[in-house]
């Protein structure tokens, strides 16, 4: 049942910028991540990792590393229990277990290089470290793919000997490396482009960016004789943890309890598992604690990347810009998993705009990398890479200002969008004009300086969420939470608690509670949140509210009718409700054992009504011409929260997703050689963005409520990713005059555009 | 009567056909007429699918009620990051 309420437009706390409550912890290095926690007796493990980028295991001979002095378990595919792809599921899983478990640990075949093929247990680094050189593995090497368009032909070596292509008609009778095709169509493409007057096309090419959290996969497994278990790991999502993990090793759900350390950063990229089924296997066998921790390497060769992509996109405009059409052939891959972000990514492409007519072929395909992962806004800033790039190229044929092309075709209430529902309140065409009359816009680019537009999209949604708002009897609040902050949320809980309850910002503490402590909750992840877990936190802290007027009540003798909840007190109301003072929060929490017992407010809930976010980018930038370096000299960020909750961490996801689009536009991408092996794994050579990379970015927030919520709030953090490939590449293309459309826009690959070589 | 709709994402996995009429008061009896009357929507359903109602997209919500006449569409589960 859905939370009745009327969206507030006034508030006293919410919009607010109080200090944040995880600060002074991560500042003075108190907060305790992942790799932090630690257990009496605990072992150290680690991962043995395939050297082949493709490679049949044809046996694993692990004698000679259990004979080791010092080793206490070892595990390969024999040791994890067997399911297929059809293996019933528990829980609330999102992904194949049959896939992330073969992910977890390779079984016939090593996928990619750095797929687990073994995993040890020892009393030290330094011997773990030697087992592992003393795993003896027979391999047969095989032909590899890395490259998504060559994956795709027929000839390519097959990732999965067995893969029939799914949606295709007919049916193909021979397997391929394309796991999905999925067609988005609308209107009539034929009369769309047959009414353009002017038609932009283009084939782009994007590489695979990793999500960089500067904290890598770590996690602390407990396994007991009577078949309990304990995790603590740094995760987005601990009760999805569980929930793998349990399906994976063959565990009631209620046998797994998982705990959620600091999390050092995640954008998507930790909303599956790698180490813990690992882990709880080894210190299960082991009978002790296991610690295990990822390297930057193994980070980088072994959890998920976004996808590369190869995509050919075409859009037909009329002479007075306005979009007829638009056909695109998006091809992501995956590694070798199923479950690129295609589809998704296709419709967030063209989602900003009111085009009747739309044909989109998606191909989910797979390639000898490891397994694609979530990254921010997940498959969206690709297919945005190439829409914003055509509609700039339409603008320069058309000679319209770029802004004023996308607000010719800006969708609005009540358009339908590219995925089909009509669209309600929402704040494209806010952004575009706030965009066109902010102040930076009037600065004039000089020589090799340009301006660069893009826009984005991200849909948001909500989910499972399990809040308890608990008041203590010194009028103190603790909310529990069983999603981990990853953007804030706590200082934002607290924030909505306090409106709620009105009582001072500083009287709100919240927490991250454990799997056992709380209902089910979704993973942290896709903007969900600040929506879902603030309508939960309201509820609660709602149904504090109701209890406490009806001690307040109770101990007048009074009906509850005849008491209102006003600033934070229990007043009497009405002609028969006598003369009372008033009872304070403080006074009421105080007298909780008195009156009944203690006061706490539940919600479980499955979050709906999320509010679709859409974002304005400007970048200005300037080119060397000699090198092809790139230097951003101002950036604009406006995009639509709804409300902003606490509009410091509302402006730090602007700046994140900025920061993090322009590494993957310049600089960021993965390398492979000739032999199928990632040759870039580390930050020295995969290169982000440091604060002396770029200037302050600018933000806006512009705040059209999500009627969806009862403060008006959208999900904020995928957004801001969307718009910046497209927004740096437009601008580089305008100050060198050539038209890119590969990402990195590395310092090569400019050069080779201005000499016309690429 | 409910005029339920395909998403664009979805069309492809029904044959091309978007416009699939039920009685129905709540998500999850669209969804089980849907299942009922048109076999050819079960590569859609049994893949799990959101319900657009109105323009609000509902993830999950089997007990939502779905107004008589409302705008319904079908659509991907979306995930994030």
């Known amino acids: 049942m859905e939370l009745e309420f009327t969206t507030r437009t006034t508030f006293d706390k919410v919009g607010t910028r109080p200090p944040r409550p995880d600060g002074t912890d991560k500042v003075t290095g108190r907060a305790l991540y992942g790799a932090d926690l630690a257990g009496a007796d605990m072992l150290v493990g680690k991962v043995l990792r395939s050297p082949h980028a493709h490679a049949r295991i044809l046996a694993i001979d692990t004698s000679r590393a259990e004979a080791l002095t010092g080793v206490k378990a070892v595990v390969t595919r024999d040791d994890f229990p067997h399911i297929g792809p059809e293996g019933t599921v528990k829980g609330e899983v999102e992904e194949s277990v049959w896939d992330v478990a073969r992910n977890v640990m390779a079984r016939d075949k090593a996928l990619y290089e750095g797929h687990a093929v073994a995993a040890v247990a020892a009393t030290s680094t330094a011997v773990a470290r030697q087992a592992l050189k003393l795993i003896d593995i027979t391999w047969q090497v095989l032909p590899h793919v890395t490259d998504v368009d060559e994956a795709m032909r027929s000839d390519a070596p097959l990732v999965h000997e067995d893969m029939i292509t799914a949606g295709m008609d007919p049916v193909p009778e021979e397997p391929s490396n394309i796991a999905e095709y999925r067609k988005v169509e609308m209107g009539d493409i034929e009369a769309g482009f047959a009414a353009a007057d002017v038609i932009a096309e283009q084939s782009f090419r994007t590489e695979a960016a990793h999500q960089g959290y500067i904290e890598p996969h770590a996690c602390v497994a407990s396994a007991s004789e009577d078949g309990l278990a304990e995790l603590w790991c740094c995760t987005q999502g601990h009760f999805s943890v569980r929930d793998m993990c349990a399906n994976i090793l063959g565990m009631d759900l209620a046998s797994l309890r998982v705990t959620s350390s600091e999390i050092g950063g995640g954008f998507g990229g930790k909303t599956t598992v790698f180490l813990e089924p690992v882990a709880l296997l080894l210190s299960r066998k082991s009978g002790r604690p296991v610690k295990m921790t990822m390297s930057r390497d193994e980070v980088f060769r072994a959890s998920g990347p976004t996808s590369s992509t190869s995509i050919t996109a075409r859009i037909g405009a009329t002479r007075d810009g306005r979009i007829t059409a638009c056909d695109a052939t998006l091809r992501y891959q995956g590694g070798a998993f199923p479950g690129s972000p295609v589809g998704i990514g296709a419709v967030c492409g063209m989602a900003p705009y009111d085009c009747p007519n739309v044909v989109l072929h998606c191909y989910d395909v797979v390639v000898n990398r490891p397994k694609a992962a979530a990254y921010r806004a997940p498959g969206a800033p690709m297919a945005a890479f190439a829409i914003e790039s055509l509609l700039d190229d339409i603008a320069r044929k058309l000679d319209i200002d770029p802004v004023e092309l996308r607000l010719k075709n800006a969708v609005k209430e009540g358009s339908s969008s590219v995925y089909g529902p009509t669209f309600g309140p929402i704040g494209f065409e806010e952004c575009l004009e706030t965009a066109r009359d902010h102040p930076s816009l009037e600065a004039v680019p000089g020589p090799n300086q340009a301006r660069g537009i893009a826009a984005g999209f991200w849909p948001n949604f909500g989910g499972q969420t399990s809040v308890t708002v608990n008041v203590n009897t010194d009028g103190t609040v603790l909310v529990s939470l069983g999603t981990p902050d990853i953007g804030g949320s706590r200082a934002s809980m607290c924030l909505m608690a306090a409106e709620e309850l009105q009582i001072p910002y500083e009287r709100v503490k919240a927490i991250i509670a454990d799997t056992s402590a709380l209902g089910h909750n979704d993973t942290t992840g896709g903007s969900r949140v600040t929506h879902s877990a603030g309508l939960a936190t309201i509820e609660a802290s709602r149904k504090v509210i109701d209890i406490m007027k009806r001690r307040a009540a109770a101990t007048w003798d009074i009906d509850v009718d005849a008491v209102v909840w006003d600033q934070g007190c229990v007043r009497p109301s009405g002609a028969n409700a006598g003369d009372h003072e008033p009872l304070t929060f403080d006074a009421i929490a105080a007298m909780a054992s008195a009156t009944g017992g203690p006061i706490a407010g539940h919600a479980e809930i499955n979050a709906e009504g999320a509010g679709a976010s859409f974002a304005v980018h400007v970048c200005d930038l300037e080119v060397d011409p000699e090198t092809g370096r790139v230097t951003i000299l101002r950036y604009l960020a406006v995009q639509d929260a709804g409300k902003a909750i606490h509009p410091d961490y509302v402006e730090g996801q602007y700046q994140g997703g900025v920061t993090q689009g322009i590494g993957w536009a310049l600089n960021e991408e993965y390398i492979y050689g000739s032999d199928g092996v990632l040759q870039n794994p580390g930050f020295l050579d995969y290169r982000i963005p440091v604060a002396s990379d770029l200037p302050m970015i600018d933000t806006v927030i512009v705040e059209v409520p999500n009627p969806g919520h009862p403060y008006g709030v959208r999900g904020v953090g995928e957004t801001p990713i969307v718009p910046p490939l497209a927004a740096v590449a437009n601008a580089v293309s305008r100050a060198i005059g050539r038209r890119m459309t590969e990402t990195p826009m590395s310092p090569p690959r400019i050069l080779a555009a201005i000499d016309g070589t690429s | ?81």
């Open chain 2, 1 to 81: 009567m409910i005029d339920v709709r395909l998403g664009a994402t979805l069309r492809s996995m029904a044959g091309g056909r978007q416009s699939f009429p039920v009685e129905a008061g709540t998500v999850r009896q669209v969804l089980e007429r849907l299942q009922g009357a048109y076999p050819e929507l079960s590569p859609v359903l049994d893949q799990g699918v959101a319900v657009a109602i109105d323009g609000r997209i509902y993830r999950n919500s089997m007990l939502q009620p779905v107004p008589d006449g409302a705008e319904v569409y079908l659509m991907p589960r979306v995930a994030g990051g």
